[in-house]
């Protein structure tokens, strides 16, 4: 495939929708004039070795060729959810022999981004301190994920007197283990019983994963 850098056939209102079912998004676009055809990249990001048709930081993980019948048909792009942060990048494109040209406007308007985040089910109750310690209570935090969870993503706060309400509300305490999908894991945490404990994500990956808390 060749790429040219050109003023002319302009991907323009870009935008992505959940479908009903939850499992797939569509995109739609404003198709450009005399194109009958574009490719559609989808593309995550990885290390800074990767590359992906000139831009650094990115690796594909599919394309697919889509036609101006088909986004009638269908009124858009309908494909599969990716877990994770996903750019989709839609190329004009004309044949050219037995390959494509594919035409990037000079704007690099050509793109959408979906994040499809993991969910992590956690679930904390309050356990009974047996004996003479009535300073303290136990916590029990219940872990869960159809994904597996690198360590240090999950933490929870202790804060005295009130539940906190983000991870600098309170003493934080990373999880320092990887949790394997599908299997669930059980931590006590010990407080004072004027202390509350409250599950987050790591600040720098609140965007790729959620907290489902019973």
Known sequence: MQIITTGEYEIKNIKSHVEHDKSKIRITFDWPADISQVFIFAVQACNPDSEFLGKPGLAEIGHRLFTL???????????????????????????????????????????????????INCQIKEKMSWGIDKKHTNHQITISSDYSIEENILCYVKKKNAPPIDITDGKLYYFTEAIEPGRAITRIVRTMKNEYVQMFVSEEMRKLYGIIQT
């Open 69 to 119: 019948q088909e986004y009638k048909k269908y009124s858009g792009f309908i494909t599969e959810k990716i877990r994770g942060e996903t750019s989709y990048f839609i190329y004009p494109s004309t044949r050219e022999g037995e390959g494509y040209i594919l035409y990037e406007h000079s704007t690099g308007n050509n793109c959408v981004n979906f994040i499809e985040k993991t969910t």
